[in-house]
């Protein structure tokens, strides 16, 4: 097993030094290059990177797979500076160890699959060989904090109560769906333009406070949902929407795809993307055709690409989720420019 110890603070120093350390303890050169982790062919595959989004506020998102045993040992640190949250998305369990040695498994079933500690207790995470972990880590300041809950009495805290009072603490919550899709959208999200950083501050945010308002309410044993049904729907999703000129299948034949039944999977499908799986279908082939007609597509066609024969139903739905026909749009956009951006805020608005 390779085991590698660190010291975590928001500064840059710390990837680098965990780069350092790793390299030390495996015997194989790994660096840090654009902020994302070198790490050789034969140690393993994946991303392993480090974002700051503003002062005393940031992540480490890794989708990973080791091909030796390797244990993280964050070591603490006596100022307790920082708060962390570890997000858990492995279809394979991971091993974390708190500051008194008791065990925590993580992954695969929603429960307890968000760890959260300040940094004046350590911890240590065990990644199995040949396994390919998902996590999102976020990290914020003590500063940081207070500045977002300055409006507050202590008295109304949760679990940052502890934080501001500068007492070291650890424990576990269950990962409900809203936090999975955004933490799946953070570690899935790729940064090619500083704009995009932009949008990731905002789903942490938005993290974040789904934490905060998870942790303040006690989530029904009941509703907790095995992660691999999870991942099998978004999955089949995902290749369903790089189709749209195909018409997607009844929903007893994408349940049966996803191993369950129908009913069971028109729930967690409505709990998953707010929608059921129609009305799904229906706005995404709307959104599919209002980018082709912003770019300059006739509207017959546009409606075609989306299975849609029949023209003049087309322009009705299209009219009932926009607002405005797709003939008017396609105007607009010859004579306005008007941007793809504005466009889908419009169909969310309509739709959600």
Same mark, same amino acid.
């Given at each position: 097993?390779?085991?590698?110890?660190?010291? $975590?603070?928001? %500064?840059?120093?710390?990837?680098? %030094?965990?780069? +350092?350390?790793? &390299?030390?303890?495996? #015997?194989?050169?790994?660096?840090?290059v654009d902020n994302k982790l070198h790490v050789s062919p034969s140690l393993g595959e994946g991303h392993f990177e480090f974002l700051e989004l503003a002062e005393g506020l940031g992540i480490v998102r890794s989708d990973f797979t080791f091909y030796e045993d390797l244990k993280l040992i964050r070591n603490p640190v006596k100022a307790n500076d920082y708060f962390l949250?570890?997000?858990?998305?492995?279809? /394979? @369990?991971?091993?974390?160890?708190d500051a008194k040695g008791q065990q925590i498994d993580l992954g695969n079933h929603l429960s307890k699959s968000i760890f959260y500690s300040s940094s004046g207790l350590g911890t240590e995470v065990l990644f199995p060989r040949n396994k390919r972990i998902k996590r999102v880590l976020i990290y914020a300041s003590r500063s940081w904090?207070?500045?977002?809950?300055?409006?507050? !009495?202590?008295?109304?805290? #949760?679990?940052?109560? !502890?934080?501001?009072?500068?007492?070291?603490? @650890?424990? &576990? *919550?269950?990962? %409900?769906?809203?936090? *999975?899709?955004?933490?799946?959208?953070?570690?899935?999200k790729n940064i @090619?333009?500083?704009i995009h950083l932009l949008f990731l501050k905002g789903e942490v945010l938005?993290?974040?406070? !789904?934490?905060?308002?998870?942790? +303040?309410?006690?989530? /029904?044993?009941?509703?907790?949902?095995?992660? &691999?049904?999870?991942?099998?729907?978004?999955?089949?999703?995902?290749?369903?929407?790089l189709k749209m000129n195909i018409p997607w299948p009844e929903i007893e034949v994408i349940a049966k795809s996803c191993q369950m039944s129908k009913?069971?999977?028109?729930?967690? $499908?409505?709990?998953?993307?707010?929608?059921?799986?129609?009305? $799904?279908?229906?706005?995404?082939?709307?959104?599919?055709?209002?980018?082709?007609?912003?770019?300059?597509?006739?509207?017959?066609?546009? #409606?075609?690409?989306?299975?849609? &024969?029949?023209? #003049?139903? $087309?322009?009705?739905?299209?009219?009932?989720?926009?607002?405005?026909?797709?003939?008017k749009m396609n105007g607009k956009c010859n004579a306005n420019c008007q941007s793809f951006y504005h466009c889908m805020r419009a169909l969310k608005n309509q739709i959600d």
């Open positions: 097993m390779i085991e590698v110890e660190y010291y $975590f603070n928001s %500064d840059k120093t710390w990837f680098i %030094d965990f780069a +350092n350390s790793l &390299t030390a303890a495996a #015997g194989i050169e790994t660096s840090v949250i570890h997000f858990s998305l492995s279809l /394979d @369990q991971v091993t974390v160890y904090i207070l500045k977002q809950i300055k409006f507050f !009495n202590i008295e109304q805290l #949760g679990v940052e109560k !502890n934080y501001v009072q500068n007492i070291p603490f @650890q424990s &576990t *919550y269950n990962l %409900d769906i809203n936090s *999975y899709n955004t933490a799946k959208e953070i570690l899935e @090619q333009h500083p938005t993290l974040i406070s !789904n934490f905060y308002k998870m942790a +303040n309410e006690s989530i /029904d044993r009941k509703n907790r949902l095995l992660l &691999t049904e999870v991942e099998r729907i978004s999955s089949m999703v995902n290749e369903l929407i009913t069971k999977f028109a729930i967690l $499908f409505q709990e998953l993307y707010s929608l059921n799986y129609y009305s $799904f279908y229906v706005k995404k082939r709307i959104e599919h055709a209002c980018s082709l007609i912003l770019d300059g597509t006739l509207v017959s066609e546009a #409606g075609l690409s989306v299975c849609y &024969t029949n023209l #003049g139903h $087309f322009s009705k739905v299209f009219k009932k989720h926009v607002g405005v026909s797709p003939s």
